[in-house]
């Protein structure tokens, strides 16, 4: 099998994770923001992590918030949250990412972080030319059911890049989740915080480095 098309998850695959500290120290300051500074710590848990439209209605009911006009806040501050990591060296792209100048394919981005997160990303670190496309969600409430396994922006992204032959690559289950719904191939990378993850899905492969990409789309 040949790939014409690869496509890749940011976070975790092309550059570094963000510390889940960062990320709940901004969803907590977006509580504070709309007067709320007794908030629940599960409830700030909640709004950091796996939030769906469903919760973000229950936890805002709870402080008598309106669930878009803090969701879109809650956006907000995540991104400005991650660019100033970005800024100060604690979230970088991986050292082999230089491989995909020479990777004989087309290129995109799907991501579930924000989509102004994977704008600055790919400005700050001087890596847009390598991407014919690159999704991030929307600061909206719809945009949760929207999010990986779901293949609605990986699909955008395949028509974009007219993609015949395409592979995703991602270092989560529901990258792999999202390759199958979406009828492509997927790749699971190994990087050090999924080195030893026993997985319950079956990637069409499982590379240890974007090195290995060479190697997979000329098989």
Not at 121 to 134: I, K, N, P, S, V
Request: charge should be negative; aromatic fraction near 8%; glycine fraction near 6%.
């Amino acid at each position: 099998m040949t790939y014409d098309t690869v496509i890749f998850d940011n976070d975790g695959v092309l550059v570094g994770r963000t510390h889940f500290d960062v990320l709940r120290d901004a969803t907590e300051a977006t509580f504070a923001d709309f007067g709320v500074t007794d908030c629940d710590p599960d409830h700030i848990e909640d709004m950091t992590i796996g939030a769906t439209p469903s919760s973000v209605d229950t936890v805002c009911d709870a402080y008598g918030l309106d669930p878009e006009t803090f969701w879109r806040a809650r956006d907000t501050r995540l991104s400005r949250a991650q660019q100033v990591e970005a800024r100060a060296g604690r979230k970088t792209p991986y050292g082999d990412i230089d491989t995909l100048e020479n990777l004989d394919a087309t290129m995109g981005i799907v991501s579930s972080n924000q989509q102004a997160t994977v704008d600055f990303l790919l400005d700050h670190f001087d890596m847009r030319d390598h991407f014919g496309t690159a999704y991030g969600r929307e600061p909206t409430i719809e945009s949760l059911d929207l999010r990986k396994p779901d293949p609605h922006y990986l699909e955008r992204a395949l028509a974009d890049l007219d993609a015949d032959s395409a592979l995703f690559v991602g270092d989560n289950e529901s990258d792999i989740k999202a390759a199958e719904n979406a009828g492509i191939d997927s790749a699971f990378i190994r990087r050090p915080h999924r080195r030893d993850w026993d997985l319950n899905v079956w990637p069409t492969w499982d590379i240890e480095s974007l090195d290995d990409l060479h190697r997979v789309c000329s098989a």
